[in-house]
Each structure stands twice: as C-alpha cells, then as structure tokens.
C-alpha cells in the first residue's frame, strides 16, 4: 500500500475531525460519499490513510515546526522591510509573547485533534468490518497514530481532549486529560499494542512498527519528569536498548546521506514522512524556498522568500573555526544548486561561480547580526537541512521523505537519560559513539573525556537542528525561558502553550493554562 495518495476519501473526516471536539451535532459522512465508505470492507486503506495523512502537517513549517522552532535560539524570522512581517505573528513568537488568539496555536490545536479524530475513525469502522490480518494491523496503526497525536497536544498544550473511538456521542464535548492521565493512557496504549505491530524489516519505516512504538514511549519516558515530577529514567533506557539492539536500525556513517533528495529507506529512520514532488502534495514543508534569498534561485526552483535563519546564539554554539563537525556544512549539492547543506554564511554565489547581490545591488553576504523588527535582506545566517530536487516540476512540493524519529536521536535519549539517572559513564559512551560517526572528511570530531547536561543539549543542537525538536528540548533542560538573540528572558509559564480561544468556546472542560488571561 502506498500511504497518503488515497486522499480524496478523506474529506468527510475534515468535518468530523472538527466537530468531535464540539457541541455541535456531528454529520460523520459528506452527502456524495454516503455510507459505501464505512460498509465496504474494500475501503479500508481509504479509512486509515486519513490519519497518516494528518502526519504531514506536523512537518509543516508555518504550523507545528514553527511552534518547536521560531519560539527557540534555533530560528528567527525577522522583518525585512514590508516582507515577514504577516501581522507580527513570526515575532510573537520569537519574543513567546503569544497569545490564546494565534493564529499558529489555533491551527495546530485543530489539525493535531483532527489526527485523533481521525485515528478514532480509523479504530471504530474497521474494527466492524470482517477481521483479517490488515484489518488488525490497521487498526492497531490507528491506535498508535492516535497516541502519536495525543502525545503532541500533551507535550505543546499540557491538556489532551480525549474520546474513545466508540463514543459517538458527539452532542457532548470530550473529557479532558491532564498531563498525567494523558501520559498514563498513551503509555498503556503503547505497551498493550506493541506486541501486535510489525519490524520496520516488515512493513518499513513509513508505517507504524515495534521500533515507532518504543522510540514514543521513550520520549514519553524521557519527558515524564518535566510533565509530572516523577522520574521514568530507567524505562526510557530500557525502550531505547530495544532500539538501539535491533538490526534495523544504524548511525550512519555519512550523516548527509539521510537528507538527499528521494531518500526513502534509511539505516537511520525508524518513523518517517513520505513525500513526493512529483505531484502538488498540498502540505509539508518547503524547506529550501522558505530560507533562501530572492536571488538564490536554480534550476526549476523560481521563487525563495528570504525568510527563517537561525539565531547568532545557536550559532555560536559551533567551532566555526575548525569545522571538525560534519553536520556543519556539506558541498555535495552545491554542483546542481549552488549552495551547500548546513549552515549558509559569507557571500553566496550562484551555480556559475557569480557573487550573488541584494536587490539593491549590494553582495549578498549572510551575516549573523539581526534585528527581529527591521532587518536588511542579508541579515541572518541560513539553514539547508534537506537537499532540493532543481529538476522539479512542483516546487513547493518536497522530494525528501522527513524523519520524525531516528536511531541517532535514541541514541542521544539514552545519554541524556542515563546522566539524570547517574549513570555517567554510559551516558558519555553513547555521547562519544554519536560523535564518532560525526567527523567532517578528513578530519576528527574530538572525544568529550566528560559530559555534563550542557554537553548533552549542545549535542541534540548538533545532530537534531531544524528538525522540529528544540522547544521540547529547551524547556527539558530548563532553558527553554532564557534570553538568546532577539528574546529577553520571559517567564517560566510560557513553556506550555495557550488553549486556543476558539478551543475554550466550544469544550469547557478545557480550563486556560496559568500565564494566560
């Protein structure tokens, strides 16, 4: 089965999706599709790609990764001149001066409980079609997909609105978990369904799997403290061993190879995004166009925005100087694009060696300095993650499968769990064998002789950035509230997000989150 393609069946679930965590009355089928969908056991792929679907708009740049990355040290979208200033929402949140009417927090709250909604859906009508093998798989797919979304509105918004999949009352609003209640329930559901679910060998690494399965529980694991006050260190160890032990899983060796383009399979991927560009996929990031500047255009691609770079406090970070760090900087694209992989600074040139310039006809020379409110076009040092395809006839579509978990990230959860459980030196063993698959050619990534929690969060800033990671990282390692180019310190409160306001009108048993009138 190719996942995500069977989308014209999805529409009526929009509707549902919404309305579920409601008052209103819910019209569950759209008048043209009626009941064939839900009777005909024939439609099952048609029911659970809906809820795998839902997965891209968590790679979305506007949306879900905005949250995880314009609110930390890792991005910045600055104002230059009339462009990117979209009613001051990018600076909002930089600055983590959101309110509960963004419009970024309401569209994430919606389409993460549009994915519950849908796994819900998913669960309730196949599981009343005859069973057989792919039924079972898929509803079990569903059930992890749901504790997949769940596990995002517990960690962004620290209550999860919740309905079991046979309840169709939907006059009622849904119960509200809090982080606790939430947390247990997805453990549970997680341990009860892994058993049942297939290796990556199996089905592969763009379905759900034993290793998709542990590598949630071991974030859930690795972030109970921060959520509830109780350590589950230990467990967290135990998930990432399975992982880490099994043979479908490797660090790889050339750290690039996982972000070229129509990269499918990956030593690295345990959970991942597919994505097409030979077709307008409709959502998903366009990783390349976002960042670049309006002169960096090549081949195909025709229109870069000049928009998100990182911050000169995350940079900083770097040994710019020695450049013993691969994952800092890559030329292998720089043949068909112009540019390099990593972090773009100095002057940029285009695919015939020509020094670029500004539209006032100054060089375009990348420079860390920014200010968030008025910048100059070159202002802000640029990022390039995944490699783009120029042949493409769909640019604002990605030819990049995304990894929303990998081996290397397990990795990095042991470490960070073994040291907040005492063991450091099982912690500095994981570090320095991540690091040893991370020497730049021809040169060496030194050895750490100790590691300390700094140590650990500057290494997830190295392997994981712009990956949609670092506000949950931040605010784990209580750093999430410091100041860092373009942001004051602000207050503790705003490590969880608002309720949108639109989601208090319609369900009261969400009650508002503290710092937020």
């Known amino acids: 089965m190719k996942l995500y393609k069977l989308i014209s069946y999805s529409t009526f679930l929009a509707f549902a999706g919404f309305v579920s965590c409601t008052n209103l009355d819910e019209k569950v089928l759209d008048e043209q599709l009626g009941t064939n969908l839900i009777s005909d056991p024939n439609n099952v792929e048609a029911l659970i790609n809906p809820p795998y679907a839902s997965l891209r708009r968590t790679i979305e740049w506007s949306d879900y990764w905005g949250l995880q990355e314009m609110t930390t040290d890792e991005v910045i979208v600055p104002t230059r001149g009339t462009d990117w200033y979209d009613n ?19 569209n994430v709250w919606e389409y993460l409980n549009q994915g519950v909604s849908r796994a819900n859906t998913a669960i309730y009508y196949i599981g009343n079609f005859p069973q057989t093998a792919t039924t079972t798989q898929y509803i079990n797919d569903a059930r992890f997909l749901k504790c997949y979304y769940m596990y995002l509105i517990c960690d962004l918004f620290g209550q999860v609105p919740f309905r079991e999949a046979s309840d169709l009352n939907f006059s009622s609003s849904p119960t509200v978990l809090n982080r606790k209640d939430a947390a247990d329930k997805i453990i549970t559901e997680l341990i009860a369904i892994k ?17 998709a399965a542990e590598a949630l529980l071991a974030k859930i694991y690795l972030n109970y403290e921060v959520w509830n006050g109780v350590k589950k260190y230990s467990e967290a160890i135990t998930e990432c061993d399975n992982l880490i032990s099994s043979p479908d899983y ?15 399979e990956h030593p690295e991927f345990i959970f991942r995004v597919p994505m097409d560009d030979q077709v307008d996929m409709g959502s998903g990031s366009v990783w390349v166009n976002f960042t670049l500047h309006y002169s960096q255009v090549f081949g195909n691609i025709t229109s870069t925005w000049n928009g998100p770079c990182t911050t000169s406090t995350f940079f900083d970070t770097w040994d710019k100087v020695n450049q013993n760090d691969v994952r800092f900087h890559d030329d292998r694209i720089k043949a068909e694009c112009g540019f390099n992989q990593g972090f773009l600074y100095g002057q940029q040139y285009g695919l015939d060696g020509t020094a670029l310039k500004q539209r006032d006809g100054s060089p375009l020379i990348f420079v860390p300095e920014v200010n968030l409110t008025s910048s100059p076009e070159n202002a802000g040092i640029r990022v390039i993650k995944f490699a783009p395809n120029p042949a493409t006839t769909h640019q604002f579509s990605s030819p990049n499968d995304v990894p929303i978990m990998r081996i290397s990230d397990i990795y990095l959860i042991r470490a960070e769990a073994k040291l907040r459980n005492g063991d450091a030196s099982g912690a500095l063993s994981d570090i320095n064998y991540l690091r040893s698959k991370r020497s730049a050619p021809g040169k060496t990534l030194p050895q750490l002789s100790s590691v300390t929690l700094d140590d ?61 009138n």
């Open 250 to 264: 490797a660090v790889t060796d050339d750290y690039w190879s996982m972000f070229q383009k129509f990269v499918a």
């Open 195 to 211: 058993p049942n679910l297939k290796t990556k060998a199996q089905v592969g690494s763009d379905h759900v799997t034993i290793g």
């Open 456 to 516: 650990i969060l500057k290494e997830r800033g190295y392997e994981l950035y712009w990956e949609g990671l670092r506000r949950q990282d931040l605010v784990r390692f209580g750093k999430f509230g410091d100041a860092w180019q373009g942001k004051p310190v602000t207050p503790a409160t705003k490590a969880v997000f608002a309720i949108p306001t639109s989601a208090l009108d319609v369900n009261k048993n969400l009650k508002q989150n503290p710092g937020y």
């Open 88 to 106: 001051g929402d990018w600076q909002r949140l930089h600055l983590q001066t959101w309110t509960a009417d963004h419009v970024r927090l309401k």
